[in-house]
């Protein structure tokens, strides 16, 4: 089955700084990868996603990547904030339908006023 | 639109009860699916229901099962409970798996 591998684990960056997290899936049929945000005792919350055909996405200060050939995928956060800290999982799954989403093992982000 | 919600919010059972946590999905959602999260395993898919139906499953024993009712609420329940049961049980509903929006979690303590 699908695997998803993240990393850093943990990430500290001073505000202002940018912050990039990777992930690589293994299964190449999957087709859909989005980002969830986690504050401690909060549910994740979907920050941003991006499909296969879609090499590319923005959001204001978010965005993010997807090589298909080498199947990874990246979420790069630009001027970084405090209230930016939290754990950042990646997730990955087929068609969006019924498959279920595949998520990496998390990334913590403080951002260092 | 409201979001999703569960209940009950925390739990607190005995090894070899059952329990049962319930979700409501997103108004216009039809699919939800469970998620168990544990410090050390992180976010693990359980099952997913779309119009009362379970399409897909996760590697979790036969203990843990679930529905879903016509008006999309559904349900999970978990029999014989373990400790190692002990997790943060969340739900997502989304329109069609696409864009999926959790609750915020029934934090389940077997004692």
């Known amino acids: 089955g699908e695997n998803v591998e993240q990393h850093p684990s943990t990430l500290s960056v001073q505000e202002g700084d940018s912050a990039v997290i990777k992930c690589t899936y293994s299964?190449?049929?999957?087709?859909?990868f989005p980002w969830y945000k986690q504050e401690l005792g909060k549910r994740p919350q979907l920050i941003i996603d991006?499909?296969?055909?879609?090499g590319e996405k923005k959001d204001q200060r978010i965005a993010v990547t997807l090589n298909k050939t080498a199947k990874h995928f990246s979420l790069h956060i630009t001027e970084t904030q405090p209230e930016d800290s939290a754990v950042y999982f990646c997730?990955?799954?087929?068609?969006?339908?019924?498959?279920?989403?595949?998520f990496g093992k998390g990334t913590k982000l403080t951002v260092n006023p | 639109k409201a979001g999703v919600t569960q209940t009950p919010r925390y739990l607190i059972k005995t090894r070899g009860q059952q329990v049962t946590l319930s979700c409501s999905p997103i108004?216009?959602?039809?699919?939800v699916s469970w998620y168990q999260q544990t410090p050390g395993q992180g976010l693990q898919f359980l099952f997913e229901?779309?119009?009362?139906?379970?399409?897909n499953k996760g590697n979790f024993p036969g203990r843990f099962s679930g529905r879903q009712f016509s008006n999309s609420r559904s349900e999970m329940n978990v029999s014989t409970l373990e400790l190692g049961d002990s997790a943060l049980y969340l739900c997502?509903?989304?329109?069609?798996?696409?864009?999926?929006?959790f609750g915020p979690g029934t934090r389940l303590t077997v004692t």
């Open positions: 997502a509903s989304s329109v069609l798996g696409y864009e999926q929006y």
């Open positions: 299964d190449s049929a999957s087709n859909y």
């Open positions: 991006i499909r296969s055909n879609v």
């Open positions: 997730a990955a799954s087929k068609q969006g339908g019924s498959e279920k989403l595949v």
């Open positions: 108004s216009g959602h039809r699919s």
């Open positions: 229901y779309f119009s009362e139906t379970q399409r």
